[in-house]
């Protein structure tokens, strides 16, 4: 049961455009979500997250986005860099899950052409 | 400040082998972690540690043991090797308070033949 789900398993987008990169949940207990950022060979490394309190957060050219009445999720990269090609993980945390436990979703290949 | 290492960084080990994949942090964390990433399927959580002296069975355990072996090391142990364990796995680590981001290590990729 994949309790987070990216559907598309890639993505590509010209250089300075925007990127938008989807999520969706269905344990209604989450109530922390991440995006991580994988380049090959690399461990992922951690991006930017959201509480299920705000439906917006912002750093820089990333904002996630959080619809919790869809249980959906985005991210989006304005403008779009060719260092930004990388695997980017959804993952979400649920209410007293011991050990601060993440369950990711699938992954997906971004790729930003120059 | 090397962060979460892990040894080694391939290996390919013949059915019914067994190998232990180390890992190591620190930066003072209390829960370490061990995933596997197989193409298609994400991370999956095989075991994690909320703290020492503690270990839980994550979402696909079967196959696998782990030891906590002090507050900076969590080794991961395949007792007889299946192909089905071919993955790359990685280990973290957090703070543990609260689910913030993970640090992991770059990876061990592991080929059973």
């Known amino acids: 049961d994949q309790q987070v789900k990216q559907n598309s398993p890639s993505l590509s987008v010209q250089e300075g455009r925007i990127s938008i990169l989807n999520c969706d949940y269905t344990?209604?207990?989450?109530?922390?979500f991440l995006w991580y950022k994988k380049y090959p060979a690399e461990g992922p490394t951690f991006l930017i997250s959201?509480?299920?309190?705000?439906d917006k957060n912002e750093d820089g050219r990333f904002t996630v986005f959080l619809n919790k009445s869809a249980k959906h999720l985005s991210l989006h990269i304005v403008p779009s860099q060719p260092g930004d090609s990388a695997v980017y993980f959804c993952?979400?945390?649920?209410?007293?899950?011991?050990?601060?436990?993440?369950?990711f979703g699938e992954g997906t290949q971004l790729t930003v052409n120059p | 400040n090397a962060g979460v290492t892990q040894t080694p960084k391939f290996q390919v080990l013949k059915t019914g082998q067994s190998m232990t994949l180390q890992c190591a942090q620190d930066?003072?964390?209390?829960?370490m972690y061990w995933y596997r990433q197989d193409p298609g399927m994400g991370l999956r959580l095989i075991y994690y540690?909320?703290?020492?002296?503690?270990?839980d069975k994550g979402e696909v355990p079967n196959g696998y043991n782990v030891s906590r072996l002090n507050k900076r090391e969590f080794s991961l142990r395949l007792e007889s090797a299946a192909p089905s364990q071919t993955s790359v796995y990685f280990c973290?680590?957090?703070?543990?308070?609260?689910?913030?981001?993970?640090?992991f290590g770059s990876g061990t990729r592991l080929t059973v033949v």
């Open positions: 930066m003072n964390h209390n829960s």
């Open positions: 973290a680590s957090s703070v543990g308070q609260g689910p913030y981001g993970y640090t």
């Open positions: 540690s909320a703290s020492e002296g503690t270990t």
């Open positions: 344990n209604s207990m989450f109530d922390y």
């Open positions: 959201i509480s299920s309190i705000k």
């Open positions: 993952a979400a945390s649920a209410r007293g899950s011991s050990g601060s436990r993440l369950t």
